[in-house]
């Protein structure tokens, strides 16, 4: 006995932002050039009135609509987000009673970012494994759009806005592998959001600081200190990925897909030099939609069984998410009847 | 590696209008930007196994500075 992955989904929102469009508001920008690196033609940004749950509750219905699934069948709701409708209550709880979900469930946030796919994953298996749950809604949705200053070019072009759902079942034969985590909190200023929560309240005259090649923020916003983020990655992940099939008892050879977070393509080829995975294995696609933290990996997972005929059932494939935190965790799942 | 064999490849990577030379300076670059030093990063890394941090591009003034960074020794004319 075991848990499977059976269903995903993803949205976008509405509102898509090109290149072009970016190259508009940043004419001295070479934006040919970061979309051949980075891989990034275009993103969607949410509008005004559009949260984070309200992608997420299009997902869900997404999902419920193409799959065989009810609400009722629901057990266990877990949402990860960093873009909370409020700070309390429990964002999983107005998502609850928005999609119409049996109040015989359970519910709960977590907040983690680009490792959040690969842990709520594991969760799912964990709840699954106490015999009392069968089916547990695993949703993502980040609107890091509505953290990001106007002025601050690198991540307007980076990052997008994304909902994905997808549902963990109980199964016969366990498709869900062995998964490690890693943590490393002195990081927490390379990718943070200063003001706002417990640490500084939202300072409506925060000082514009600038950072990187005329970018702009303030501590109400959204900062990244690129190289330090880039250098943990290239230094943590491509060791990681080797306990990761270790633990799994499976050679690279063996794998599928590797699917990684879709950070950015450049970095992404230079793990996979890293650890040594042939390119026909290792999957690099967000063109269209850009990094979208915890979404990356489930919306490549579901374009990527979507778009290939050669997959069959049994194939493994490696999941690895890695980011704010910093944090980072990675796992192997069999795809048996994923759609 | 031959100094002239990184300067070519360099340039190549970065996508440079003008070749590198040892004493041309990185902020004079038209192009320098943060795409650049990510660019600069993965290329030290992939040949050299060396990682250059933030610090470390903010403090580099010329191509010969990053050859020094690197380690002299790792070059060759």
New interface residues.
């Given amino acids: 006995m075991g848990a499977e992955l059976t269903a995903i989904e993803y949205v976008f929102p509405e509102k898509v932002v090109t290149n072009e469009e970016l190259k508009i508001e940043f004419p001295e920008?070479?934006f040919k050039?970061?979309e051949s690196?980075?891989g990034i033609a275009q993103r969607y940004v949410a509008s005004e009135n559009e949260t984070a749950i309200t992608l997420a509750i299009k997902a869900v219905e997404k999902l419920f609509a193409n799959s065989n699934f009810s609400k009722n069948d629901v057990d266990f709701i877990l949402y990860c987000t960093q873009s909370p409708e409020y700070i309390l209550p429990t964002s999983a709880c107005l998502i609850q009673s928005a999609c119409g979900i049996n109040s015989d469930v359970g519910a709960l946030d977590f907040n983690l970012g680009c490792s959040g796919y690969t842990y709520g994953l594991h969760l799912a298996k964990m709840l699954i494994d106490n015999k009392n749950i069968q089916n547990v809604l695993l949703i993502t949705s980040e609107t890091y759009s509505k953290y990001i200053n106007p002025l601050d070019r690198?991540n307007r072009s980076i990052f997008g806005d994304a909902a994905t759902a997808s549902m963990v079942t109980y199964s016969e034969s366990n498709c869900i592998g062995e998964f490690l985590f890693g943590t490393d909190g002195t990081g927490y200023k390379d990718l943070i959001i200063k003001n706002g929560a417990g640490h500084s309240q939202f300072n409506p005259s925060a000082t514009l600081k600038s950072y990187?090649?005329?970018?702009y923020y303030t501590d109400n916003n959204l900062y990244m200190?690129?190289?330090?983020v880039?250098?943990f990655t290239?230094?943590i992940i491509p060791a990681f990925t080797e306990k990761v099939l270790k633990i799994n008892k499976i050679e690279i050879e063996s794998i599928k897909q590797f699917i990684f977070h879709q950070a950015?393509a450049?970095?992404l080829n230079?793990l996979r030099?890293?650890i040594g995975i042939d390119k026909a294995q290792f999957y690099v696609d967000l063109r269209d939609g850009g990094n979208t933290v915890s979404n990356t990996i489930p919306i490549a997972l579901k374009r990527y069984i979507t778009n290939n005929n050669t997959i069959q059932k049994g194939d493994e494939v490696l999941l690895m998410g890695f980011g704010v935190g910093l944090s980072w965790s990675g796992g192997v799942i069999k795809i048996n009847n994923l759609k | 590696m031959k100094t002239n064999a990184f300067l070519t490849e360099l340039t190549e990577e970065l996508e440079l209008e003008v070749s590198l030379q040892t004493n041309t300076k990185f902020k004079d670059l038209e192009d320098w930007d943060s795409m650049g030093a990510m660019v600069l990063i993965g290329f030290v890394s992939d040949n050299f196994g060396i990682t250059l941090t933030g610090d470390d591009i903010e403090n580099l003034s010329d191509v010969q500075s990053l050859i020094e960074k690197i380690g002299i020794t790792k070059f060759s004319e």
């Fill in positions: 920008y070479d050039k970061f690196k980075v690198t990187g090649s005329e970018n200190n690129g190289p330090a880039f250098n290239s230094e950015n450049f970095m230079l030099r890293k």
